[in-house]
């Protein structure tokens, strides 16, 4: 038989650090605290529109762009945070997760050998969409708060770059800059201050940004979102990409969206209509209603009261375990020190985690393309019941303390 090598633009994938904890969480009933996504059910009210939208036969393939209601929604959500009023016809885009929409933004705007800029830790996508398209991805570390930052929302504990090597990132070839901000796997919001420098570097080298805000919503303790097509000079040349996965704890349902000037949406729907043309029809009725009702009936606060709870628990966790964890201003991650745990690598200590204490988190290491110097750290979602965190909690109770030095 006839063996197939794959094309080289996937071959050096391999199999993704998501894939081996999971199945290792399932083979050692570990309580997954790896995977990103809710182990709670998303509201009935929105299910309920699903369900409805089914039943009166919205079946079928929508618009390419997306239902015009849902276009709809998005656009007044903008106009609601007072970002911007947008066209729901040109300049909002419905895509299958914001996965989707990622690739297909890369996939518009990127030639062979252009150069995309991200930060590290990255959302593990990055790399291989720019790799699909031909591109180089040019990678910036965002580092850790220094342990003596370690003080709870202490002003300068923040994970932050170096500006001087933000600027050199840039060059002739760089075609766009992707930034994710609420970020993951880190919990940084980025700052107004940070936006305006990454924003002056794209005017100056003339390049697009693609900025991912999937956790837009989850932002605590004062935080807040601002997206970076909001800043001066940057709507002509942002694709801003969102999910209603994340805001509504309905992942599954692949619901995305890129809100972006005309030329820009022009281009990313060229990309658009031949990777998946449309996404569920009945899906996006649903998300639709869910833009439309949460602002009236109180979902959004609820959603962040709850997570906060959620982080406050997990924290309180991992800190009666012996962890130090890194300040979590958005998303649902909590990053923890465990530099004292003996650990030579995040991987050997999530594996043992995962294998004898019974608790899955995940490997930061596998979030950076350059692996010199990246700090030992584990991440921990708190996207899952209380009951959850609290199954964890009484495992984490075991661990042996002098373990953790
Ligand atoms: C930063 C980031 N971007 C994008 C996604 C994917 O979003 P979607 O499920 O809408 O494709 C995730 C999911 O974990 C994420 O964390």
């Keep these: 038989m006839s063996t197939f090598l794959a094309a080289e633009r996937v071959r050096g994938f391999g199999t993704s650090i998501f894939t081996e904890m999971s199945a290792l969480a399932v083979e050692h009933r570990a309580v997954n605290l790896g995977q990103g996504f809710p182990d709670f059910a998303g509201p009935a009210w929105i299910k309920q529109a699903a369900t409805e939208a089914i039943a009166a036969d919205l079946n079928q393939y929508a618009p390419a762009t997306g239902l015009p209601r849902l276009r709809a929604a998005i656009a007044a959500t903008w106009a609601r945070n007072s970002w911007r009023d947008i066209d729901p016809s040109s300049e909002v885009t419905v895509t299958s997760g914001a996965t989707e929409a990622l690739f297909g933004a890369i996939m518009a705007f ?21 790799i699909m398209a031909g591109g180089v991805p040019r990678v910036i570390r965002l580092y850790p708060p220094m342990p003596a930052d370690n003080e709870r929302r202490a002003a300068t504990a923040q994970w932050r770059f170096d500006p001087d090597e933000l600027a050199a990132a840039f060059t002739p070839r760089t075609r766009i800059f992707l930034l994710n901000t609420p970020h993951n796997p880190t919990g940084k919001v980025f700052t107004r201050t940070e936006l305006e420098q990454i924003a002056a570097l794209c005017q100056q080298h003339n390049v ?59 281009a990313l729907r060229q990309a658009h209509q031949w990777i998946t043309f449309a996404t569920a029809t009945p899906l996006q009725q649903a998300a639709a209603v869910a833009l439309e009702l949460a602002p009236e009936n109180g979902y959004y606060a609820e959603l962040r009261a709850a997570y906060l709870e959620r982080r406050d628990r997990l924290d309180q966790v991992l800190h009666r375990a012996g962890f130090t964890t890194l300040p979590v201003e958005g998303s649902y991650f909590i990053m923890a020190d465990i530099s004292n745990t003996g650990f030579a690598s995040d991987a050997d200590f999530c594996r043992w985690l995962t294998r004898d204490v019974g608790v899955a988190a995940i490997p930061p290491s596998s979030f950076y393309a350059n692996q010199r110097d990246v700090p030992l750290l584990a991440r921990f979602c708190f996207a899952k019941k209380l009951e959850t965190i609290q199954a964890a909690a009484e495992r984490l109770a075991g661990i042996d303390r002098n373990r953790l030095g």
């Design 110 to 130: 990127v030639n062979p050998s252009d150069e995309v800029i991200c930060f590290e830790p990255f959302y593990d996508a990055y790399l291989p969409d720019i």
């Design 208 to 266: 697009i940004a693609v900025t991912d805000e999937v956790y837009d919503q989850l932002v605590y303790d004062g935080a807040v979102h601002i997206p970076l097509a909001t800043l001066p000079g940057m709507w002509e040349r942002t694709l801003t990409i969102n999910s209603t996965g994340k805001t509504f704890s309905l992942t599954g349902w692949k619901i995305g969206y890129v809100v972006a000037a005309p030329h820009l949406s022009q």
